[in-house]
């Protein structure tokens, strides 16, 4: 699945899903990535200037299923 959405600011975001790794991968920038850094079941790769450029989701089925039953009944999800 690959979808894109323009930003506020006119930036294109891009969204893709591989079904097979169970990955969301989150493209919020066109820069060039310089490094990365895990956290829980994300990762987040930076520009040099430490601007996020690519956010993969690991085991994103159950991180979805998790954030949309948490938003059904108004919680608020610290990510």
Do not use: C, W
């Amino acid at each position: 699945m690959n979808s894109s959405k323009k930003s506020k600011r006119g930036e294109s975001m891009k969204v893709k899903y591989n079904r097979e790794d169970d990955v969301l991968l989150v493209e919020v920038s066109d820069e060039k990535i310089d490094y990365a850094e895990e956290e829980g079941n994300m990762i987040i790769h930076f520009s040099k200037d430490g601007k996020p450029v690519l956010i993969e989701i690991l085991d994103a089925s159950e991180f979805l299923t998790e954030i949309m039953k948490a938003s059904m009944k108004g919680v608020e999800v610290q990510i």
